[in-house]
């Protein structure tokens, strides 16, 4: 089953619906999916501006079954992926969806490096995460081409191709009845005590042509992503946050080194950062990418390497949040923009931990852009973040391993969605 056209009936009796899942990405379509196995009786419509669904930070990841190595313990993030890593291995057996379960080293390279190492391994000791600590001679052992001064093992971390698992997870809601519209963008959110009203503009079958379409929902699920404080916006609740962007920036390696590493390497992060460093990933197509960085994005959606939007510009220049956060990261966020635009200097994060690479080794490879939640006081939001109204339910930030947590997050936001206790406003059936 390919999903490339809405399959939504567009007459006004059929643009009623019990839930209505705004966002294409994998947590919008792994709630769509499991609220429908816990309502068969219910009519879902997930909702997509794109012409496929995980256009945007599903389908611009580095596809990692993320073990949870660097969250705080009892966060929602170190649950999640917990749970998540064991949620979406089975999926994928149950699918038929390739994995391989690589392993992860993160690579200590001097003596702070060696300190951090220490606490992160402690923090995976809290987690409950197996992992083993290597010296010199082991991490030579096992990576030839790895430089360091010791290293975490973390065996059970894996990759996969997340939109592959969006797909399938989208053709799992469809068979059990739910119907998804692409090309369907949300315009006006509009709630009243009984009922939210969903205005949208779809692109006609035919040509470039927009037309108008609304739907009716008894409550609404958002799941927005780089969209997320918009959509809050349009039914004006109250929060203090709004969606920064940053762009991740990736190469690949030439072919000739797609065995240059057994493992994913990642170099131990600085705990005062909240960006893991530039890492060497083994994909699930054979290929080795490096990366990412993280840089300012003025662009929401924009993965080439000049974008520009004005909306989202004017946006953040008007945010406190966006000054606080960036005069806090100067330093880096200046090193970080230097290096994005100097290969050298972006080879040399890596040449740490792996000297042999040279800069005619790394080729070009689509960006992904992070989603990231900011306060008002400029701090960023580190766990996930929702906001409620009464017949509403935003997922506002979804950080870093939201793609390894999909399942239980879903299955987390139907029990929310359950505890309301809605009283019946329409009849739909």
Not at 281 to 301: C, F, L
Request: glycine share 8%; charged share 20%.
């Amino acid at each position: 089953m390919t999903l490339t056209t809405s399959n939504v009936a567009t007459g006004t009796d059929n643009n009623h619906y019990d839930y209505i899942i705004i966002g294409g990405g994998i947590v919008g379509v792994s709630t769509a999916w499991q609220l429908q196995q816990r309502e068969p009786a219910k009519r879902i419509l997930l909702i997509e501006k794109e012409s496929k669904l995980s256009q945007h930070q599903t389908g611009h990841n580095s596809g990692v079954i993320h073990a949870g190595v660097y969250y705080e313990p009892g966060s929602m993030k170190a649950n999640f992926c917990k749970a998540g890593v064991a949620a979406t291995k089975a999926f994928c057996a149950k699918h038929d969806i390739p994995v391989e379960n690589c392993g992860k080293l993160l690579v200590a390279t001097n003596a702070l490096e060696l300190q951090r190492m220490q606490a992160l391994y402690k923090r995976c000791s809290d987690n409950g995460i197996e992992v083993e600590l290597l010296d010199a001679t082991g991490l030579a052992e096992k990576e030839p081409h790895i430089t360091g001064l010791g290293a975490i093992l973390v065996p059970s971390t894996s990759i996969v191709d997340y939109s592959l698992v969006t797909e399938k997870m989208a053709e799992a809601f469809c068979a059990l009845g739910g119907e998804i519209a692409l090309e369907t963008e949300v315009t006006h959110l509009i709630e009243s005590s009984e009922q939210i009203n969903v205005q949208c503009q779809q692109q006609a079958l035919l040509g470039h042509s927009f037309k108008g379409l609304n739907y009716v929902t008894k409550f609404l699920i958002t799941c927005s992503g780089l969209m997320a404080d918009r959509v809050t916006k349009m039914l004006n609740i109250d929060t203090e946050f709004q969606i920064i962007p940053y762009r991740g920036e990736y190469y690949r390696l030439q072919p000739q080194y797609n065995n240059i590493v057994n493992h994913l390497i990642y170099p131990i992060p600085d705990p005062e950062l909240p960006f893991l460093g530039v890492h060497l990933t083994r994909m699930i197509d054979g290929s080795v990418t490096v990366g990412p960085n993280a840089v300012q994005g003025w662009k929401r959606e924009g993965y080439g390497k000049v974008n520009i939007n004005l909306r989202d510009i004017s946006d953040m220049l008007k945010f406190p949040g966006f000054w606080r956060v960036s005069a806090k990261n100067l330093k880096t966020g200046l090193i970080e923009t230097k290096n994005s635009w100097w290969k050298p200097g972006y080879l040399k994060l890596v040449n740490k931990y792996c000297p042999a690479l040279k800069v005619s080794d790394l080729e070009n490879y689509p960006a992904g852009i992070r989603a990231q939640a900011v306060l008002k006081d400029g701090s960023l939001v580190h766990d996930f973040l929702f906001a409620e109204s009464p017949r509403s339910l935003h997922v506002c930030n979804a950080p870093s391993p939201a793609a390894t947590s999909a399942i239980p997050i879903g299955d987390y936001i139907c029990n929310k969605v359950h505890n309301k206790n809605l009283r019946p406003a329409l009849d739909v059936n």
